[in-house]
């Protein structure tokens, strides 16, 4: 039995026995990672995994079930499995099967020329980036990572009210960590890289990228403690956005869980701050041309100019509101019941390049990396406390790196003090963009 008639067996099994609807979601993934230390392969690992959702209306009640395996046998325990689940569900919560969207982008999210590249291929190359960062400067003494990884994977989402969808997605993405010494002190430099398109990848350009990164980092010096005007270089600022990013969700609204109820229409930001959502900027991996419900995606505006302009929906919690649904019902695998979140996140830039918003200052730090973001932040109040790396800004220029530090503040009053935007927009591979920003001040303590 293919996959084809496995769906149509089971939808048509499902109305037999009293589903009034259902829908069959299916998808798989592949993905293969290298790591290499010393020129040679440190770990090698494949993965795949492939299965069905039914979700389907029984007596009123949305019931779920998920199986592995494509047999006579799975159709059975997938429809008593979801009529168990429907009919313990304390009450019907309005939900329903989508008919489907008038019109679908079709965009491309799978490139064939990525699939013919050969593992060997890959392994070359991940291979030649290590000995180029390692021959870059003696101070370089080895690599805590250097790793590729790509994937690729489709889903096919067929309902009882004829609707059926399907799109395939690949990409690469490199992850590269290298560390530096200078007598006894040694800092590391990371580096990521995401793309469809291998041949334009170049190991020596990676290369010194992440060698610069670890050398700049060394010559490090404390600052006194205080309110600093801050940069967020535009990887720390999309790990920031990434983190904060539920407060956007209706679905966190509708359960206070969300310090944005109520605030569509009103000034949430800046006015330099624009937040939007697009499942087709070409600079993200991440993307979709429909959503876990079958949903047509668009590139939605979130925040404009400051202004709340939207939150983020799937159908359920746009009912709840007696609005639209902004095509944002997420499905995490076929495993997963339904919720919501955003497909590429992302902050627009502005006009000021990077090094522009450095100069502007007298005196500043420009922060280029988080850690402890889970631990160290608070969602819903929007307070935060991480650990950060970065460099002290004198007079302009880039001063010194300075030592561990932990930067505090709050995510709402942060996006309220942007003074500037950058031109330097980054995406990460969770598809959360920013560029560098320049907000008015956090404190800052060094260790």
Known sequence: MNITEFQEELLNKAKSVGFTEAEVYYERSESFQCMIFEGEIDSYET?????????GLYNGKMGYAYTEKVDEN???????RAKENAEVLDDNDGTD????SNEYAGHNFYSEELALVQIPDKINFIKSIEKKVLAYDHRIIT??????????????????????????????????????????????GSYIKMTRDFHSLNADDIAKMVAEEALSNLGEKSIPAGKYPIILRNDAAGSLLATYSPIFSAENTQKD????????????????????DDPFHPEAVAGSNFDGEGVATKRRTIVSNGILETLLHNRKTAKMEGSETTGHAHKPSYKSTLTV???????????????????????GVLITGLSGLHSGTNVISGDFSVAAT????????????????TIAGNFFDLIKGIEEIGTDLHFLPGGYGSPSLHVKELSVTVD
Request: with cysteine.
């Open 74 to 80: 799975s159709i059975l325990f997938l429809i008593e």
């Open 47 to 55: 993965s795949e995994d492939a299965g069905f959702g039914l979700r």
């Open 341 to 363: 979140a955003p497909l590429n996140m992302y902050i627009a830039p502005g006009e000021r390049a990077k090094e522009d918003l450095i100069s502007s200052l007298a005196e």
């Open 97 to 100: 099967i989508f008919e489907g």
């Open 143 to 188: 690599l805590n990572y250097c790793i590729l990884q790509d994937f690729s994977g489709e889903r096919l989402l067929t309902n009882s009210k004829g609707l059926s969808l399907n799109e395939k997605k690949n990409g690469l993405i490199i992850f590269i960590s290298a560390v530096a010494k200078d007598g006894e002190e040694m800092k590391t």
């Open 257 to 276: 869980q969300s310090l944005l109820k109520g605030k569509v229409g009103q000034k949430v930001a800046n006015d330099l701050f624009t937040l939007l």
């Open 390 to 405: 970065g460099f002290h800004i004198k007079d302009g220029k880039i001063s010194s790196a300075v030592k561990q530090m």
